[in-house]
């Protein structure tokens, strides 16, 4: 159980473009979701907190209107990396949260995203 | 604020040694502590975690303890395997639900046969 999945795995674009990654929970249903960043050979950080029906909340130094982010069911989140440009490749993570659960985040195995 | 710090890596180990990762953190209150694992092109896995002051968290072999008294929460597994390389990451939550996870930075470690 407990399982997400994410859409695309990989992702290669030309820069000026948007992308759209999906981040699905497969068997169970998720009212809080979160989008990570991970660089390489560093940890994650945290982009953003998405709750289902509600606007996403950003942290500190990320930018809203590039990164879009859309939870529109209790199964499905969606962030769109608008105009990427070659410093926004990078690999995202989604995870999420069940809404019984007070504190374990399921992680999807993540999208690598290159921008050319 | 939360933080985390995990041992710098890479670790090297041959197979059926002692592991020890070790994480202290830094909170207010009293947070949830987890470590996750990220096995080569995989997502992170949720590993084992703890809850309270003294609680030990297990899985696969691997344990960590709760230490309020040194705000530490050090992974350890007695005896190796070659399957278990991979990229451990230590983490807390604040208590009260859907909080953010803090990570550390990862250690990597690699188990030669």
């Known amino acids: 159980g407990a399982v997400v999945s994410q859409h695309p795995s990989r992702v290669i674009c030309k820069s000026g473009t948007s992308v759209k990654i999906e981040c699905r929970s497969l068997?169970?249903?998720?009212?809080?979701m979160f989008w990570y960043r991970q660089f390489p050979k560093k940890s994650l950080m945290l982009m953003a907190t998405?709750?289902?029906?509600?606007?996403?909340?950003?942290e500190q130094g990320v930018e809203k209107d590039k990164f879009l982010i859309n939870h529109a069911s209790l199964t499905l989140s969606t962030l769109t990396v608008t105009s990427a440009h070659p410093e926004d490749s990078s690999f995202y993570i989604c995870s999420a949260e069940p809404g019984r659960s007070t504190d374990t985040q399921y992680f999807g195995p993540g999208t690598r995203l290159t921008v050319l | 604020g939360n933080s985390v710090t995990q041992m710098e890596g890479p670790v090297t180990l041959s197979e059926e040694a002692f592991l020890t990762i070790n994480c202290t953190y830094t909170a207010t209150g009293y947070p949830s502590l987890f470590w996750y694992v990220q096995y080569p092109g995989e997502g992170l896995q949720l590993l084992l975690k703890?809850?309270?002051?003294?609680d030990k968290g297990s899985n696969k072999g691997f344990e960590a303890t709760y230490r309020k008294e040194t705000t530490s929460f050090h992974l350890e597994k007695g005896s190796v395997q070659v399957s278990d390389s991979a990229v451990y990451f230590c983490?807390?939550?604040?208590?009260?639900?859907?909080?953010?996870?803090?990570f550390g930075k990862g250690t990597k470690l690699t188990v030669n046969p």
């Open positions: 983490a807390l939550s604040a208590r009260g639900g859907s909080e953010k996870l803090v």
């Open positions: 703890a809850t309270k002051a003294d």
């Open positions: 068997d169970f249903q998720a009212t809080t």
């Open positions: 998405s709750n289902e029906g509600s606007k996403a909340t950003y």
